[in-house]
């Protein structure tokens, strides 16, 4: 089992950037595909990105297309989002995720074994 722990969220104005981090416990953490989520007030949780064991495939949303981008590092158990040119309509709780399927990356909340307890991200306009 895997446990999960985001950080980097904050108060942030339209137009700027911020990067998450997710540390994850536990010696097997290179044997996950990892995502990111986010949950508005009211919306259901929606897929941001993902990534493969080794980092080298990656799947975004469209929406986040070209301004995020996702990482990890295998050394440090951690897998990193980087968000550029942020957008108001983009505040929300941002989770990450491990998927056992190491040979997938996903889009699907059902995919994901194991869930961080998110960290809040607010962009003001």
């Known amino acids: 089992q895997v446990q999960l722990v985001e950080s980097g969220g904050g108060l942030v104005q339209a137009g700027g950037s911020l990067r998450l981090s997710c540390a994850a416990s536990?010696?097997?953490?290179?044997?996950?595909?990892m995502g990111w989520f986010r949950q508005a007030p009211g919306q259901e949780r929606e897929f941001v990105a993902a990534i493969n064991l080794t980092g080298g495939r990656t799947y975004y949303a469209d929406a986040v297309k070209g301004r995020f981008t996702i990482s990890r590092d295998n050394v440090k158990n951690t897998v990193y989002l980087q968000m550029n040119s942020l957008k108001s309509e983009e505040t929300a709780v941002y989770y990450c995720a491990a998927n056992r399927d190491m040979f997938a990356i996903s889009s699907r909340t059902t995919a994901y074994n194991y869930w961080g307890q998110g960290t809040q991200v607010t962009v003001s306009s």
């Open positions: 536990g010696p097997t953490f290179s044997r996950y595909s």
